[in-house]
Nanobody, 122 residues
Framework: QVQLVESGGGLVQAGGSLRLSCAASGSILSINAMGWYRQAPGKQRELVATIASGGSRNYADSVKGRFTISRDNAKNTVWLQMNSLKSEDTAVYYC????????????????WGQGTQVTVSS
């Protein structure tokens, strides 16, 4: 039905930058919000950033000023530009789509990607 394909994860040195990409595919009519969550070993999943279809953005306090989220509504694609990376940013990052309307009057409240590993070395 819906596939979220993530890319851009990897290993980066502290202070460096990384850009994550996620493209949603399928018979998608619209997506209300897209975003990124992350989960570090032994920790709860936490919201990193979200962006609504109208462009409104929200960020976790821990990444404000360092991360930037953007999207292309026409292509159902979302990016997360991560700058000044810290070791604390090491986690599996999950792309999300919230409020997905599909052809045939189908609706998905939340959809998650498979996750991509981001490791920041010190």
């Amino acid at each position: 039905q819906v596939q979220l394909v993530e890319s851009g994860g990897g290993l980066v040195q502290a202070g460096g930058s990384l850009r994550l990409s996620c493209a949603a595919s399928g018979s998608i009519l619209s997506i209300n919000a897209m975003g990124w969550y992350r989960q570090a070993p032994g920790k709860q999943r936490e919201l990193v950033a979200t962006i609504a279809s109208g462009g409104s953005r929200n960020y976790a306090d821990s990444v404000k000023g360092r991360f930037t989220i953007s999207r292309d509504n026409a292509k159902n694609t979302v990016w997360l530009q991560m700058n000044s990376l810290k070791s604390e940013d090491t986690a599996v990052y999950y792309c999300t789509a919230d409020g997905v309307f599909l052809a045939g009057l189908k609706y998905i409240s939340d959809y998650w990607g498979q996750g991509t590993q981001v490791t920041v070395s010190s």
